[in-house]
């Protein structure tokens, strides 16, 4: 009998009564019961999943089990460090959650009681940590869940009869929702289909493009759109400004905003990064505007470094049924439980560890601004907004030459696609960049985007990332080291793009493809005899020649990494070449790749033309095989007096039993391995005269030929001191068999050292022929 029925039953007599009834009805149907169950058992364990067979699993066996699902076959090194810097305020938080569940047991008196109490304690300090006084606060576990939520609470307070009248309302007086150009992607769409809207409704505000920030919202084109929406009968209902864009971490003119939405009774609600800076001591005026709002966003589980906790929304509103209608309080228990976490987080740091956080956050973004103005090549896209927490950089270069150049074509057309494919060529090598950071300083947090106006960038948001990946400051500084480090393989790669296209177009049998996705030099593909040029179908040929090109190239051992192109879309196969050092000769590299196609082409229709050759001869050599062998059986059969005639069939026993096999295979092992040395890659000139220990396509000084006149005349002198020092030995054997004439005179052009025994030993086996008198 449990303990909750004991509980229920006072009675003591009734009680064993009772117990002494289930022992009795146990006892009775013990044999009965067991056989079902075991026979239920056998029914369901072919359809239950293994864990669920028995008798159950013990804690340790399912902890066990949630460790490998976690941990098991995938080696995730960032899932893992994040684990690891959680700390113990990230226990704290997530200690919350399973509090949360066994507070909301308890009695509905005490779980009310508890409820309202972290519930409005969490609201008060929130609002005083970031400067909105007399707030309200919804928490809520998708980010966008709030706005969604104020949107709600604004279409109730500015149409009267929504609850009754519902959509007709709106249909007579469509609602306008304002989003900056800047927003972040998708925020639009999700507010129409959580408040059933049109995508009409949905307003967008341009930025500025002639004055200001190319991310900040244009305050007087966005007054316009406000006044053309009310002519056309329709309601300016709520805007959506950025403390801090979702891409650049601008800041929009809040001030103005504000004045602009309290003059035509439009609700300001206020998102953004850098409202975490409200918690600082120095706040920036644009920043400090946000206030003044009617609602903000705010995220305090990446900028503290807390897991699991939900987002909050804190606005302003003095009725309590609106509010209730739109979603934003609840009278559920389990609703305000969903402060918890946070209320015990904020605890835990208390109030000056949650502005030394912040504070350390704004320090590494300024840390990483200073110490990028000095580096060359680097663009800070917020240059505007020291304050601001968010860097984002790019690389970039002017090529010589390119301005006046882009001027001097008269054509708008090819001066558009010679910007173009400069833009596309930064982007890739921006995107390279932000891999190869990422890689080197994963303590960073660094993330790559791609800008509509200034292309692919690389974003460092500390506010986002250092709580929860411990950045410091040494790793602010092993980034800008990592930034210089790459710098002249960027510059370099960049100048030698456009001298590899022309050396290219220059070279016949090979096309220069353009893939602006790729950070390398370019990317270049051989056009074999065969090649069908205005077909992309898949081209077998092409794909040989090319692998045993990419093995050739692979075999030099140059600093260049060659790839293969994808196989995919029915693209023909290319070979790519990676980022170069500042002294690659293109001319070497292109020139090696051409004959080397070429070779490996040529070698391929010889090792056909050759095994078809073979083929046919050895079809020919069994047939004049079967004929002698016929004949042979013809005359032994003549001379034991056997039938000659020829319906009588060869018995099986008597056919020979040789045959010629195919030397295929071994013409191709021949070929490939050392017994025929195939013919050697010619390389050019630039080659031939390459210093020892000298990498292929390297040279050191661009432009010039310093290296190979040095290395011409040093090898020259090499030449004479050789020649010096043999007739210096030459003279004194001759002297030396001038004083002992019993001597034997050393023989003419005798090889000098360790070639004398070699030399003798060729004119001992070889015939003696005269010399003639022209080489006399």
């Known amino acids: 009998m449990d303990a909750s029925l004991e509980k229920k039953i006072a009675d003591p007599t009734l009680a064993e009564m009772g117990k002494n009834l289930k022992e009795a009805m146990k006892m009775l149907e013990d044999s009965q019961r067991r056989t079902e169950e075991e026979n239920g058992k056998k029914l369901l364990s072919g359809d239950i999943p293994g864990p669920l067979q028995g008798s159950g699993q013990d804690m340790v066996s399912i902890l066990q089990l949630v460790q490998n699902l976690m941990h098991g076959d995938e080696d995730e090194q960032p899932q893992s460090t994040r684990i690891q810097n959680i700390g113990e305020q990230g226990h704290i938080s997530l200690l919350g959650h399973s509090l949360g569940a066994y507070i909301s047991t308890l009695d509905k008196e005490k779980l009310r009681k508890l409820t309202t109490r972290i519930l409005s304690d969490t609201t008060l300090w929130l609002c005083r940590i970031f400067r909105y006084e007399n707030g309200c606060a919804y928490f809520h576990e998708e980010e966008r869940e709030g706005l969604a939520k104020i949107c709600r609470l604004a279409i109730h307070s500015r149409y009267e009869d929504f609850v009754v009248d519902g959509f007709n309302v709106l249909y007579n007086r469509k609602p306008v929702l304002y989003l900056s150009a800047a927003a972040r992607p998708g925020l639009g769409q999700y507010l129409c289909n959580q408040l059933g809207l049109p995508f009409p409704c949905l ?384 001319s070497e590299l292109v020139e090696t790749i051409a004959v080397t196609a070429v070779e490996i082409e040529e070698d391929s229709r010889l090792l056909e033309n050759m095994t078809e050759v073979v083929r046919k001869g050895i079809q020919e050599a069994q047939v004049q095989l079967q004929k002698a062998n016929e004949e042979r059986l013809l005359g032994e059969r003549a001379s034991t007096g056997l039938p000659t005639l020829g319906t009588y069939p060869t018995p099986p026993h008597l056919l020979p039993t040789g045959s010629l096999e195919s030397t295929e295979h071994t013409y191709v092992y021949k070929v490939q391995g050392s017994g025929v040395t195939p013919r050697q890659t010619p390389t050019g000139t630039r080659t031939k005269q390459r210093l020892p220990g000298q990498k292929p396509f390297k040279r050191s000084l661009r432009g010039s030929d310093a290296i190979s006149e040095t290395s011409s005349v040093s090898h020259i002198e090499d030449l004479e001191k050789v020649e010096q020092s043999l007739g210096g030995q030459e003279a004194s054997e001759a002297n030396s068999h001038e004083r002992h004439p019993e001597a034997p005179a050393p023989p003419e052009a005798e090889p000098p050292g360790a070639l004398q025994d070699g030399a003798q030993g060729l004119q001992d086996d070889r015939p003696q022929v005269e010399e003639p008198e022209s080489l006399r």
């Open 203 to 586: 307003c967008r505000v341009p930025c500025n493009t002639v004055f200001g920030s190319q991310h900040q919202m244009d305050v007087a084109f966005l007054e316009k759109l406000i006044k053309d929406d009310i002519e056309r009968g329709k309601l300016p209902l709520l805007l959506v400004a950025n403390a801090g864009t979702a891409a650049v971490g601008h800041t929009d003119k809040i001030g103005r905003l504000k004045e602009l939405c309290e003059q035509y009774g439009i609700w300001l609600h206020v998102e953004g990064v850098n409202l975490a800076t409200l918690a600082l001591g120095y706040v920036s005026s644009s920043v400090l505007a946000a206030t003044k709002c009617d609602s903000m966003t705010l995220t305090p589980g990446p900028w503290l470094g807390l897991p699991a906790v939900p987002a909050v929304t804190l606005y302003k509103h003095d009725d309590p049924a609106l509010t209730l209608v739109s979603g934003l309080t609840s009278n559920k228990p389990a609703d305000k439980l969903r402060a918890l976490p946070l209320w015990l987080s904020l605890q835990y740091l208390g109030l000056d560890g949650i502005v030394e956080r912040i504070k350390h956050a704004c320090q590494l973004s300024q840390r990483l601004q200073e110490s990028l103005k000095k580096v060359n090549h680097i663009k800070i896209l917020v240059e505007d907004e020291l304050s601001s927490p968010v860097v984002v950089f790019r690389f970039f270069q002017e090529l010589p030459g390119s301005d006046p150049g882009l001027n001097a074509i008269p054509a708008p057309s090819a001066a558009a696609s010679a910007v173009g494919r400069e833009r596309h060529s930064c982007d890739a090598l921006n995107r390279w960049l932000g891999e190869q950071l990422k890689q080197l300083v994963p303590m960073s947090g660094l993330t790559v985007m791609d800008l509509e106006v200034e292309g692919t960038c690389v974003r460092f948001s500390p506010l986002m990332t250092a709580a929860v990946l411990g950045t410091r400051g040494e790793d602010v500084d092993q980034l800008v080291a990592c930034v210089q480090s790459k710098l002249p393989v960027l510059t370099c790669t960049l100048q030698l793009r456009e001298e590899f296209k022309q050396e290219v177009e220059a070279t016949a049998g090979l096309l220069y493809v353009d893939d602006p996705n790729w950070p390398g030099i370019g990317v270049v593909r051989y056009e074999h005899a065969n090649d069908d040029k205005s077909s992309l179908k898949l081209d077998p040929e092409g794909e040989k020649i090319h692998a045993g090109l990419l093995k050739k190239l692979n075999e030099l051992e140059s600093d260049l990494t060659f790839k293969m192109g994808p196989e995919y879309k029915s693209m023909k196969s290319c070979i790519y070449i990676g980022m170069a050092s500042d002294d690659i000769d293109i």
